[in-house]
């Protein structure tokens, strides 16, 4: 059985960082295909970024490139996605999703706030 448990979201200022983690079970992260999506107000849900298999290449959506980059660790087995420059049009819920063998699996989410 899958499971996903993100963490690492919080309340930041204007122009913060912050670092989330998934920690992933049932998948493998250095072979299944994984990613981060977020909700935002009004239910809206954006792709962020994701990679598959063992090709290290990392695709990102629109409003994720040039301010988040996504790495895994092997090891850990989690997928990890920085956040830099936030702004609180960034404010929302943020999601680790994997697939695997076509079956979706989304984690709860870990809340990202960006305010003064």
């Known amino acids: 059985q899958v499971q996903l448990v993100e963490s690492g979201g919080g309340l930041v200022q204007p122009g913060g960082s912050l670092r989330l983690s998934c920690a992933a079970s049932?998948?493998?992260?250095?072979?299944?295909?994984m990613g981060w999506h977020r909700r935002l107000a009004g239910n809206k849900l954006e792709y962020l970024a994701s990679?598959?298999?063992?090709?290290?290449?990392?695709n990102y959506g629109y409003v994720a490139r040039g301010r988040f980059t996504l790495s895994r660790d092997n090891a850990k087995n989690t997928v990890n996605l920085l956040l830099n420059a936030l702004h609180p049009q960034d404010t929302g819920v943020y999601l680790c999703?994997?697939?695997?063998?076509?079956?979706?699996?989304w984690g709860q989410g870990t809340q990202v706030t960006v305010s003064t």
């Open positions: 049932g998948v493998a992260v250095r072979r299944d295909a």
């Open positions: 990679v598959v298999g063992n090709d290290s290449s990392t």
């Open positions: 999703k994997s697939v695997l063998r076509g079956q979706e699996c």
